[in-house]
């Protein structure tokens, strides 16, 4: 699969974390949908396919793991 078709959701709390990772990811070809909370995120993941999640654990409201095991379910 080439890079310039596939999405990554970032998913941090930190808007500069998620800057980073756009600045990162974007020139490389990556499609990037950022998310700034869990909640947010599994809408996103609810309504479009997404690749990868890059999620972070220590968040406010539901925590990245409750996440990944509701993306799981």
Known sequence: MSTAKMKILC???S???LTVLEAI???SGYNI???E??????EIISRQKVDLVLLDV???GLSGLEVCKRIKD
């Open 11 to 13: 998913v941090n709390d």
């Open 15 to 17: 808007q500069v974390i």
């Open 25 to 27: 990811l974007v020139p």
């Open 33 to 35: 949908i950022l998310s």
């Open 37 to 42: 909370n869990s909640e947010t995120a599994l």
């Open 58 to 60: 220590n968040m406010p």
